[in-house]
């Protein structure tokens, strides 16, 4: 039981599973959770060994790192290398391959590329070297990407010229609906993710019950909200409803952050296509940067080749995005796709589901074990 | 990267440039509280920190909760812990 002695309050934790097994009973309930950080938590603390085999969890696209196509990343490299240029990232973009490389291997060859905790740290490093072009390779869901927005907002009011962003940012509906549309998935409910939603709000998820009639509920990051969150989803099942809840009322509210959204709609606006690592290109799914706002758009003041580059072969990351497959069914999982050497995207991040499980997976096992589990 | 951390708002800087300072794990650092610019944030509030910004209030209990919740996770809190007390923001 190491475990769930590990949880905040263990007998709550068995109490939500013995209810969601006896709510499961004999059917069989696939859920996907769309948020990187649930997905580590769920390998974290086991948390699908201690569910009944009638409840499968399916990992989503909800790590930013891990869909950045790698075009995009042989666009960040080459603007890395542009003359002068010093660009700044986030340092878990740092590994993620494209088809030359990595971020990582352009710095070993004398790009200046540094890594930023917080896009305000680019804008500073760009005060400080005035004289240089500085680029920040923005990436994130809506949790981000107000944040890079405000920062535009300060550089331009600071009259930082010498700043500029490369906007990956991505949005999270667009992708759930791709999921929604995918024929070879069938799911019964969604947990939606925490942080997104404390500034989208619940209400772009309602098409989610309301168009494709399936539930969704947003949930925290302890275990205990992820398993109450199942138990949440499970209970609508069987009492025939089909709505958006919250689990996690302490962090999401119905509205969201209003003014976060309405700086993010002042300096960005929806592209029309975006292409997503293993999921293709998915309709007005990404941001650029307000036509206003040029000078600080990278995409403008660089070369960007923009050449798309197929996944290669090996890699299984869209149908592991998808929850087609497990990690460690893709045929390069733990072998030539390592933490060390990743091949796909979802290696990268603690936060991808193939680096999850490959941190986890043996903790995993031992859970099975000790409990004595269902698997 | 998508990681939250709790801090404490012990005083609001320069209100033009939406600074406050935050206690996050024992040490003071800067934040930027422009999203949060409705809410009346005051010293003595708990604020979710994501990339060098205050991105939700929260109350002492979440904030206690969330702490233990990314304690568990050891590598991946310390690192994030790591960086923002790396990051100076001004
Ligand atoms: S093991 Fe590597 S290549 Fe295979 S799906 Fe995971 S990240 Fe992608």
Not at chain 1, 117 to 126: G, I, K, T
Not at chain 1, 286 to 313: H, I, S, Y
Not at chain 2, 31 to 54: K, R
């Amino acid at each position: 039981m190491r475990f769930v002695d590990e949880y905040r309050d263990p007998a709550a934790a068995r109490a939500l599973v013995a209810r969601i097994t006896e709510l499961a009973g004999d059917g069989h309930y696939k859920f996907m959770e769309v948020c990187g950080g649930h997905t580590h938590t769920i390998y974290r603390h086991g948390i699908e060994h201690l569910l009944p085999t009638s409840v499968e969890l399916v990992h989503g696209p909800g790590c930013p790192v891990c869909v950045i196509p790698m075009g995009r990343i042989d666009d960040a490299i080459s603007v890395a290398q542009a003359p002068g240029v010093i660009f700044t990232s986030f340092g878990d973009m740092m590994r993620v391959p494209g088809s030359r490389g990595s971020l990582l291997g352009a710095k070993a060859q004398g790009a200046d590329v540094r890594i930023v905790y917080s896009p305000l740290d680019a804008l500073r490093v760009a005060v400080d070297n005035p004289e240089q072009p500085v680029v920040f390779f923005a990436v994130g869901f809506e949790t981000t990407s107000p944040s890079t927005a405000a920062t535009v907002l300060k550089a331009r009011q600071d009259g930082v010229m010498n700043f500029s962003v490369f906007s990956n940012h991505v949005t999270i509906v667009p992708p759930i609906k791709a999921i929604l549309d995918s024929p070879d998935l069938r799911l019964d409910g969604f947990i939606g993710p925490g942080h997104v939603s404390t500034v989208v709000g619940q209400r772009p998820y309602r098409f989610v019950p309301d168009e494709y009639g399936k539930p969704l509920v947003t949930a925290g990051f302890e275990p205990l909200d992820i398993l109450q969150a199942i138990q949440m989803l499970l209970t609508q099942i069987s009492e025939g409803r089909c709505c958006v809840e919250n689990q996690y009322t302490r962090c999401v509210s119905e509205g969201g952050n209003p003014r976060a959204l309405a700086i993010l709609d002042e300096v960005f606006e929806v592209r029309p296509q975006f292409e997503w690592r293993g999921l293709g290109f998915i309709p007005e799914s990404a941001l650029k940067l307000r036509p206003e706002f040029a000078n600080w758009d990278a995409e403008l003041r660089f070369e960007v080749p923009g050449v798309r580059v197929a996944d290669p072969k090996a890699c299984q990351c869209g149908e592991v995005l998808k929850g087609a497959i497990k990690p460690w069914e893709c045929k390069v999982f733990g072998t030539a796709c390592t933490p060390e050497t990743p091949i796909g995207t979802c290696m990268v991040s603690s936060e991808g589901a193939c680096a999850a499980y490959y941190n986890f997976g043996r903790l995993h096992r031992e859970v099975a074990v000790t409990m004595g589990g269902p698997r | 990267m998508c990681l939250g951390i709790p801090g404490e708002v012990v005083d609001l800087l320069d209100s033009n440039r939406h600074l406050a300072k935050v206690d996050v794990a024992g040490v003071r650092r800067n934040i930027n509280i422009d999203l949060l610019e409705d809410e009346n944030v005051v010293p003595g509030d708990w604020v979710l920190i994501h990339v060098g910004f205050a991105m939700a209030k929260i109350d002492e209990e979440e904030a206690r909760r969330a702490l233990e919740g990314l304690q568990l996770m050891g590598q991946a809190y310390s690192d994030e812990v790591q960086a923002v007390l790396e990051s100076q923001i001004a």
